[in-house]
């Protein structure tokens, strides 16, 4: 199938704090940071887009793999698709700030979990079009999206900007991606709208719903039964589970209900909000960066999104190439 021959992050410089949002919206702190964990955490400023942040880590990938521009076959841009520009690529904007010539550059909005929907096509396009890499940048601007001035919006307040560029290759990677099981429930597909605002677009819940945990719960467990079975192994064989970073306590609980271990996790929301479709990539390149992974190890990407979309992206560590 092809696997990750490299991965890289990076952070805004600007950040949100509990102080900030408590005195826009009124909420109390300790309310706030039920749901941030942290006191504050990386967003977008007034001049940073999320385009460039996934440019800095596409430079950053590229010299550590060695891997020329020109190489480069298919350039991917995941998120939301509200882009920093409308009607706009920004993926065929970074290939020219890359220098990438004779690339098909093109978007995949699938929300958090554009990121491992862009891998998959990625790598199947890659399959049937022989040589060359492909370049997933994951990006968006989640966080100049909330509106901290509506106490009804606090479960969003968690909400911050990161991006990751993962480069994907036939051979000669680090991460042999296994396996990919994705599926929407529809009946969510107006949980969450966006509404337009003189000069941006804000996030809102379109009514509240119960029983939307009990879906994750429900989805995650199935497709992480469906991955194991078709690789032929249990949940003990899993090294890693790492999840979007979009609730604490659904982490937990997902953790006890499939027999993961919590050391077999990463919890990054000391420091860290929910930090979109590069929450797992962040955890990953940390694994990495903190030399805890060994070869062989199976890790899975477990990722959700809002329409509502939940998917589990199985890989295995196999470190012949330096990422």
């Known amino acids: ?30 309310d706030i940071l039920e749901i941030t964990h942290t006191g504050d955490f990386p967003v977008l400023g007034p001049d940073e887009q999320s385009w460039e942040l996934t440019l800095e880590a596409a430079r950053a990938v590229l010299k550590r793999t060695q891997v020329e521009p020109a190489a480069i076959r298919q350039v991917i841009f995941a998120g939301s698709g509200e882009w920093d520009v409308p009607f ?8 020219a700030e890359l220098g990438v010539e004779r690339a098909h550059c093109f978007e995949i909005a699938n929300f958090c979990n554009a990121g491992m929907t862009a891998i998959q096509v990625g790598l199947d396009r890659i399959a049937t079009g022989g040589a060359g890499y492909a370049l997933v940048l994951i990006g968006d601007r989640l966080g100049t999206m909330v509106d901290y001035g509506d106490p009804a919006s606090k479960a969003l307040f968690n909400l911050g900007d990161a991006a990751a560029a993962v480069l994907l290759a036939r051979d000669g990677y ?12 529809p009946s969510w597909s107006d949980y969450y709208v966006g509404e337009h605002r003189p000069d941006r677009v804000v996030i809102r819940r379109d009514g509240h719903r119960g029983g939307l945990a009990a879906a994750y719960v429900e989805n995650f467990t199935s497709l992480i039964g469906e991955t194991l079975g078709a690789l032929g192994r249990e949940v003990p064989d899993v090294a890693f589970f790492l999840i979007n970073q979009g609730d604490r306590a659904m982490h937990e609980r997902l953790l006890r209900e499939t027999g993961i271990p919590a050391d077999r996790s990463v919890f990054n929301y000391d420091r860290l909000g929910h930090m979109g479709g590069a929450d797992t990539m962040i955890a990953l390149r940390g694994l990495m960066d903190d030399n805890r992974l060994r070869p062989g190890d199976l890790v899975l990407l477990a990722t959700s999104a809002m329409g509502f979309s939940w998917g589990i992206t199985a890989l295995e560590y196999q470190p012949h190439s330096q990422v």
């Open 1 to 30: 199938m092809g696997g990750i021959a490299g991965l890289e992050v990076a952070f805004p410089a600007s950040r949100v704090s509990a102080q900030h949002m408590s005195a826009l919206s009124g909420v109390p702190i300790p």
């Open 174 to 185: 680090a991460f042999e991606v296994l396996h990919s099981a994705m599926r929407t429930d």
């Open 88 to 95: 706009w690529s920004p993926a065929a904007r970074v290939a």
